[in-house]
């Protein structure tokens, strides 16, 4: 293991996007390409410049995970566009609550908003019957978002272990 300082404070904020994966006050997987950045500002481009492009590609594909686990979530259902913006306020409402809530607020937040895009976009719908298609769309979000997590811990350990890798000569 290396001894230089600047190694450990890099590996230490790339170290933060597994947390980060959990807990969306953190930044999650941006942490990597700041930590890859400033080992490539230490050690200089014509060396540190694969763990800089491993870790932008990590952030890239963890953020098209996320769009793609919304999107194909709410487009089974066709649900509508809106119902991903209330669960992410579900989300933020869900950290500060903390507990159980990280997992209602967010299926509450989706299922509010697609009720209330049911009432105007499917008037003749009972209200059964939007309850009941509100509450699968909230579901089917919040699976959404619970696999996206998963992929997105997967791809911060996969940015950890190629920052090891590149970087330890």
């Known amino acids: ?13 790339q170290g933060l996007a597994v947390p980060g994966t959990f807990l969306p006050v953190l930044p999650g997987l941006l942490w990597l390409p700041l930590g890859a950045g400033l080992w ?65 607020a967010p299926w509450l937040g989706a299922a509010l908003v697609e009720d209330w895009s049911l009432r105007r976009r499917s008037p003749e719908l009972s209200w059964t019957d939007r309850a009941v298609q509100a509450a699968r769309v909230g579901l089917a979000v919040v699976v959404g978002l619970l696999v996206s997590q998963v992929a997105q811990l997967l791809l911060a350990a996969l940015g950890l272990l190629g920052f090891v890798l590149l970087s330890v000569r």
């Open 1 to 13: 293991m290396p001894v230089d300082p600047i190694w450990w404070l890099a590996l230490g904020l």
């Open 40 to 104: 490539c500002w230490h050690v200089g481009w014509s060396s540190g410049w694969p763990v800089l492009l491993l870790a932008v590609a990590v952030f890239a594909l963890g953020s098209v995970a996320d769009l793609l686990a919304l999107a194909l979530a709410t487009a089974k259902l066709q649900a509508s566009r809106w119902s991903a913006l209330g669960a992410g306020v579900g989300v933020l409402i869900g950290v500060f609550t903390g507990g159980v809530a990280l997992l209602i």
